[in-house]
Nanobody
Framework: QVQLVESGGGMVQAGGSVRLSCAAS????????MGWFRQAPGKEREFVAA????????YYADSVKGRFTISRDSAKNTVNLQMNSLKPEDTAVYSC?????????????????WGQGTQVTVSS
């Protein structure tokens, strides 16, 4: 049973930074892709960033490219999302996801496993 537990959310002012972590357990994730999605009130869940566990290949949504960085720590089985230069429009519930694939897909329904999510609020 795959378990994903996010941490690190909170409230920050525009221009600030937040680091999210996702602790993964229950499987060997060497053949998985790991990702972050977000959902703002009244909006559909959207792709933020993803990384392949095996090769560290990354992919970002255009809206966060250059500001967010996804990384993995194989020793700790964690995936991190460093978010810099935050904007009020980045306010959302951020969720960690995992999929037994080496192919990065941006549509959330294609992902198999999800964490509960953590709130990030950016004030102007």
């Amino acid at each position: 049973q795959v378990q994903l537990v996010e941490s690190g959310g909170g409230m920050v002012q525009a221009g600030g930074s937040v680091r999210l972590s996702c602790a993964a357990s229950g499987r060997t994730f060497s053949s998985y892709v790991m990702g972050w999605f977000r959902q703002a009130p009244g909006k559909e869940r959207e792709f933020v960033a993803a990384i392949t566990w095996s090769g560290g290949r990354t992919y970002y949504a255009d809206s966060v490219k250059g500001r967010f960085t996804i990384s993995r720590d194989s020793a700790k089985n964690t995936v991190n999302l460093q978010m810099n230069s935050l904007k009020p429009e980045d306010t959302a519930v951020y969720s960690c996801a995992a999929d037994p694939s080496d192919y990065i897909r941006t549509y959330y329904r294609a992902w198999a496993y999800w964490g509960q999510g953590t709130q990030v609020t950016v004030s102007s």
